[in-house]
């Protein structure tokens, strides 16, 4: 039988901080990219219609919508709720940043009437 070092209750607890300080970081990280998306859209918007091109719930719910903004066209995709009716290929109203078009929330979003 071959002889297993022990781990010290030291060594345990300090893997534990480590990855508490990374999961941490990485929650703050994504909760400030969402905060500058709205903050984006809300300093200068446009609003526009756009089609569900894809509706997936993996893991969550999320629609992929398509939609033009100055003669480019866009797909990006948003989040979506259980009690939201949307189907593939519905017509959607979207709210977009003038600055930035690819950033964009649809009406199901709750930011987009704030």
């Known amino acids: 039988m071959k002889n ?9 607890v300090c ?3 480590i990855l508490g300080v990374l999961f941490t970081g990485l929650f703050l990280f994504i909760s ?3 905060k500058q998306k709205f903050q984006s859209i809300k300093q200068e918007s446009g609003i526009t219609q756009g089609i569900v091109t894809s509706i997936k719930v993996y893991k969550g719910r999320s629609i992929t919508v398509r939609y033009k903004v100055s003669g480019n066209i866009y797909e990006e995709s948003d989040g979506l709720d259980a009690q ?6 519905d017509s959607v109203t979207i709210k977009y ?5 690819e950033l964009m929330i649809t009406e199901f979003n709750e930011e987009f009437y704030k």
């Open 4 to 12: 297993q070092k022990k781990s010290s209750p030291l060594e345990v």
């Open 97 to 101: 940043s003038i600055a930035k078009p």
């Open 15 to 17: 893997t534990f901080l």
């Open 32 to 34: 400030n990219r969402r």
């Open 84 to 89: 939201d009716n949307v189907n593939k290929w």
